[in-house]
């Protein structure tokens, strides 16, 4: 095996080849975007998923914890912000929660986090706590699995209206939200890998990184697929 650094480039490319194990493709995912899943899924989907957001701005705040460098804490706590809210911007966690109402689970019943499993919530703590534990540029890299997402934000919002039409669309507003904030992310998250995995060996452990984070979203969709058959 060649033991010389891929170009910028081609490591970018290399980066994201590794989008096609990415959940979009997990069978779960698929069936939700064909339209197959009945409203207990859906719903059992978008409590456990709650699980997920409520976690991001801890695993965000870890990282700008390990970070002594001010002008990456300066944007990335922009992050936080985007999921917690600020001022008359409700933020995406009660975006998400708007999502739950409109798919009809109740606020209370997001918030307990009872419908929460067992495997969704060790995949998520793993992701939460790889954060607090490796060096800050590792837990960067390991958020570029939003690469993949705008297309999956996309394909829900093409999709569910006309498959679930029982769902208000007015609750989609999360997805359409993401979008541009994922593209603006990835930029920032894109900058910080290619600067940082320079050899060819932390080249290869930046693929190690991205693969670990697309295991825990798709190990996340194992669970909830096992629980609401
Ligand atoms: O709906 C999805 O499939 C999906 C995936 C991901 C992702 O790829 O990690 C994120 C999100 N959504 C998302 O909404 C989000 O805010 C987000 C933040 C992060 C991260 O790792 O920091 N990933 C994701």
């Known amino acids: 095996m060649s033991t010389e650094a891929w170009s910028r480039d081609e490591f970018e490319a290399q980066l994201r080849a590794r989008g096609a194990g990415y959940h979009i493709h997990h069978p779960f995912n698929v069936n939700m975007n064909e339209g197959l899943l009945g409203p207990d899924q859906i719903r059992g989907w978008v409590a456990n998923r709650f699980y997920y957001q409520v976690n991001i701005p801890q695993k965000d705040g870890a990282i700008i914890a390990n970070c002594p460098d001010r002008a990456t804490r300066r ?132 693929l190690e990184i991205l693969q670990f984070k697309l295991d825990i979203l798709w190990a996340m969709l194992d669970a909830i697929e096992k629980a609401y058959p």
């Not at 933020?91 to 009872?114: C, D």
């Not at 498959?163 to 507003?173: K, N, T, V």
Request: net charge negative; glycine share 8%; with cysteine.
């Open 75 to 206: 944007r990335w706590v922009r992050r936080i912000l985007d999921h917690d809210g600020w001022g008359d911007n409700e933020g995406g966690i009660e975006a998400w929660v708007r999502l739950g109402e409109a798919v009809g689970l109740t606020r209370e019943a997001l918030w307990s986090q009872r419908h929460v499993v067992p495997g969704v919530r060790f995949a998520v703590d793993a992701y939460v706590n790889f954060a607090r534990q490796a060096p800050w540029q590792e837990a960067v890299c390991s958020s570029l699995t939003e690469m993949f997402a705008p297309k999956i934000h996309k394909d829900r919002l093409a999709n569910w209206p006309t498959h679930y039409a029982w769902i208000d669309p007015d609750g989609l507003q999360y997805f359409r939200s993401r979008i541009s904030l994922a593209e603006r992310d990835v930029e920032h998250g894109l900058e910080v890998t290619l600067g940082h995995f320079t050899t060819r060996a932390q080249q290869e452990r930046a």
